[in-house]
């Protein structure tokens, strides 16, 4: 049972499923080198999800849905859904499978297996339900610009890149 805070959002075609899904965690932090050597890091806050879905090669009625929706997307002004269920290997509170909680949109990613700390980042309420059966990010694309390669015999080269909306 997926999360009801996805219930109102558009969902990206999963028909025909991507190739390949890279998922990139962002932690914003200021880095600075001395000409020592030393390093000094800062973290000032803040976490969010990149997406990258790779497509094989494709006919381009194959593509066509697919194609279709992202053009109605307006750039990076709509927000979807995106379900990346397919990336954990077993749904439920294992380490390293994705998670939606009840209470906001955020994805999280379980980090431990103590109850008290379980997600990381930690929601914003405690005693949020967890949701692992069907996972969501909430998404937009990453760039206005979105590229389809025709390439040899008419077949289609897709990639899409988007970015977790908060």
Known sequence: MPSPMFSSLDALPMVPAPAEMIVRSQQRTKVSQAESGRILSRAYGGQYYQLALRYN????????????????????????KVEITGLAAMTGNNIANFANVDDDTKLHLIAETDPTTILSPVPRFTGATLFTDQVFMRASLQQDVQAVSLVRSGLIQLSVNLVERL
């Open 57 to 80: 090669l494709m006919k381009r009625s194959a593509a066509s849905a697919l194609i279709a929706f992202l053009q109605s997307r307006e750039g990076r002004n709509d927000i979807f």
